[in-house]
């Protein structure tokens, strides 16, 4: 291996031990220590592929953020071209992929603000895109509604992400079903007045 793919393995190695420990026990709790032994290389190999945790964090944050940007919008491109079917298939695609896998769905609503002012312009930069997304796949709703196509936008995140940070913290989660279909209703209040 050349220097440069042994760097890129290590980071690779790194983002995966990190994936585990900032899912459980947290972000707080995770040592760059626990992290290297986690992931077989020395603190500084550490050093050399990331500036600190921080770094790391948001390595992994964004990563999750692609991948379910990547899902979701394969999600909508795949369902029939109406606003209902669009609707459906964005929040399904989101909550089934994030749910998928119980650390992705920690780290991208729980961890992400643990973690605090380290990755405030990541998850700006991931709410941005998801604003984006479901203000492009809403541009046929009746004028009216569309002056207030971004904070609708907006809060229909914020819904999203609380009704994932009950299902991550939750003893008895709601089914994935439950919040999705809580998640369509609160979009058709919101949106269609």
Known sequence: ???????????ERLISAAYNLYSDPGFPETTIERLCAAARISNRA???????????????????????????????????????TRVEAGISGYINFVTEDRRRARIMHLEVRRAGDCLVSSRQLAVTAFTAMIEMNVADLPEAVKANRHLLALGMIGAIQELLIEWVLADDPPSTESMISTAVHIFYRSFTG
Do not use: W
């Open 1 to 11: 291996m050349s220097a440069e793919e042994r760097l890129a393995e290590r980071r």
């Open 46 to 84: 550490f050093y050399e592929c990331f500036s600190g945790r921080n770094e790391l964090m948001r390595a992994v944050h964004d990563r999750c953020v692609h991948e379910t940007l990547q899902s979701v919008a394969k999600s909508i491109e795949q369902a029939p071209d109406t606003l209902a």
